[in-house]
């Protein structure tokens, strides 16, 4: 077996890609890869039905929720119109005492005349609640109550009466903390899900916007929703998102952090392959565009999905500010991002293996700092890059005044002492500088953490090869980007492959009048257009 045979086998290239991928939409509609199915660890969860006798009901739900020991649950027995029983369990602290005894309670028991117990003539009739359901499954009417809601059960009856009381207090709408704009709206999302929601619709007032709401998988049954534009996302991306959620069948999912690592395509991959943001004017942009948001209860990030390098280098004020201003700050972001992963390589190759490249005032400059340093070139770089990691993860877990603290006093007089120590450079130092400040104009958190692997990376192949080990690493980089897909959409989208995009991939025109969306992303139609056609 040849050299070039291993090698294809060991890069795995005579393998074929089994990954899922976006149908294009000019080759019809694309089939569906499989509808929700709920996966458990034993097999489905079949239904149980109420009992008509709400005694029996009372037992089975205080020994489901151990109303022994657990005194959150509350069960309240009264009759209605004074003449038949009723039972009422709702959680304490998740539904409003208020909306039950007001709305609830008040007109059940005051009811007068010919009161009927059917749950129809109860909702139509007496119930002062806006938003009502009945159901005959037990593990349903358990997950409502957890859930805030409450449960209105008649003797004599199977159906159970699921009543909106949720008022649980929850955090008012701030200020993105991580993804501040100096034009554009101000809000951020927050841990409820119908607060999120909201500010979703209050930006799109579509009538093909859908929410679908699901349960995340896991055993605490947090609620998610699913959002997109019905009849414009393409369908498979969605069956592809509900399949990978209900293959989800852990213990706990308390964010949409653990969400996104169990339904990304690589999870090994230092990139990420879903967005993470906390503003909904962000969201609400992709979603228009033809892509999918998850929200999920108790987390202040909305996951879009799919997404491309574009994406993930984007900011509010690209779109924002004046196409000249926008294009300055996009150069500025991107020559940032270059300067970040290529420059402390780059020095150490000139350094090392090409001094004819520099000058001779810059190379007198580099020895006389390195004059008393004991390290080796290249060690002192990856040290100096593993301290600048350590005082951005110690600036980030103290309280702010106190992170800005520690800020100061790495950057300042801990960077001078080793200097004056003889344990860095100076110029070494200004290398490692200049390029953490590149990477803090990486917008997305998580694609900033993952620059600094490939920093080091590139780091090494400098050192071990001069400015050909650079140009062959940075040449796998770009191989391995053009691989990653996130949800079947190419990573490096719309470029390779080349497709329509509005506006080019670095520097854009003036905003002109666009009606359809990207096209990596395969949307079916053009709702404005079909909208326009029904007017007509």
């Known amino acids: 077996m040849g050299f070039t045979e291993s090698m294809r086998r060991f890069l795995g290239f005579d393998k074929q890609d089994v990954r899922y991928e976006l149908l294009e939409r000019e080759k019809g509609a694309p089939q569906h890869w499989g509808g929700w199915s709920d996966v458990y660890p034993d097999g489905d969860v079949k239904k149980v039905s109420f009992s008509d006798d709400i005694t029996e009901i009372e037992r089975q739900f205080r020994e489901v929720f151990r109303s022994d020991i657990n005194t959150d649950i509350i069960f309240r027995r009264f009759n209605i119109a004074g003449k038949f029983p009723a039972l009422l369990i709702y959680m304490n602290g998740m539904a409003g005492d208020k909306s039950i005894s007001d709305f609830i309670l008040r007109p059940l028991m005051a009811a007068d005349g010919e009161v009927k117990t059917d749950p129809d003539y109860l909702i139509n009739n007496i119930l002062q609640i806006s938003e009502t359901e009945t159901d005959t499954d037990f593990n349903s009417a358990k997950l409502a109550i957890m859930d805030g809601r409450?449960?209105?059960?008649?003797?004599?009856s199977t159906v159970a009466i699921l009543l909106e009381t949720r008022s649980f207090?929850?955090?008012?709408?701030?200020?993105?903390?991580?993804?501040?704009?100096?034009?554009?709206?101000?809000?951020?999302?927050?841990?409820?899900?119908?607060?999120?929601?909201?500010?979703?619709?209050?930006?799109?007032?579509?009538?093909?916007?859908?929410?679908?709401?699901?349960?995340?998988?896991?055993?605490?049954?947090t609620r998610i929703a699913i959002i997109y534009r019905d009849g414009v996302t393409n369908r498979t991306l969605i069956e592809e998102i509900k399949r990978r959620l209900a293959a989800i069948s852990t213990r706990m999912v308390a964010s949409t952090g653990m969400i996104e690592q169990l339904i990304e395509d690589t999870g090994w991959s230092p990139i990420p392959q879903i967005l993470s943001t906390e503003r909904p004017d962000k969201a609400c942009s992709y979603i228009m565009q033809g892509g999918v948001a998850l929200i999920s209860e108790g987390s202040p990030f909305a996951l879009v999905m799919p997404v491309t390098i574009a994406t993930m280098m984007s900011t509010s004020e690209d779109i924002y500010?004046?196409?000249?201003l926008g294009n300055v700050m996009r150069v500025i972001r991107y020559a940032g991002v270059i300067l970040s992963l290529l420059l402390p390589g780059y020095f150490i190759a000139l350094a090392m293996y090409h001094q004819g490249l520099l000058s001779t005032e810059v190379l007198s400059t580099v020895i006389q700092s390195r004059k008393m340093v004991f390290e080796p070139l290249p060690f002192e770089m990856i040290l100096l890059l593993f301290v600048f990691q350590l005082i951005r993860?110690?600036?980030?877990?103290?309280?702010?005044?106190?992170?800005?603290?520690?800020?100061?006093?790495?950057?300042?007089?801990?960077g001078q002492a080793a200097v004056a120590a003889n344990l860095a450079s100076s110029v070494i130092l200004i290398i490692v500088a200049l390029s953490g400040l590149g990477n803090f104009c990486i917008p997305d958190y998580s694609t900033q953490i993952s620059a600094s692997y490939f920093r080091i990376a590139f780091v090494l192949a400098a050192w071990?090869?001069?400015?050909?080990?650079?140009?062959?690493?940075?040449?796998?980089?770009?191989?391995?980007?053009?691989?990653?897909?996130?949800?079947?959409?190419?990573?490096?989208?719309?470029?390779?492959?080349?497709?329509?995009?509005?506006?080019?991939?670095?520097?854009?025109?003036?905003?002109?009048?666009?009606?359809?969306?990207?096209?990596?992303?395969?949307?079916?139609?053009?709702?404005?257009?079909?909208?326009?056609?029904?007017?007509?």
């Not at 409450?150 to 004599?156: C, I, K, P």
């Open 150 to 156: 409450t449960a209105l059960f008649v003797d004599g």
């Open 169 to 221: 207090e929850k955090r008012s709408v701030m200020q993105p903390e991580n993804e501040r704009a100096i034009r554009g709206p101000k809000e951020g999302f927050t841990e409820s899900l119908r607060t999120n929601i909201t500010l979703v619709r209050r930006i799109i007032h579509s009538d093909d916007l859908v929410a679908e709401f699901r349960m995340s998988g896991g055993d605490n049954n």
């Open 321 to 324: 500010m004046r196409w000249p």
């Open 393 to 414: 993860e110690a600036g980030m877990r103290v309280p702010g005044s106190v992170g800005q603290a520690i800020g100061v006093i790495g950057g300042l007089i801990l």
């Open 464 to 536: 071990m090869g001069g400015l050909l080990g650079l140009v062959a690493a940075f040449m796998l980089f770009i191989g391995y980007i053009s691989n990653l897909k996130s949800f079947g959409v190419p990573f490096l989208a719309p470029y390779a492959p080349k497709t329509y995009a509005k506006r080019p991939f670095i520097l854009r025109g003036k905003i002109g009048l666009h009606h359809r969306g990207e096209d990596y992303l395969n949307t079916f139609g053009d709702s404005l257009e079909k909208r326009r056609d029904t007017n007509q």
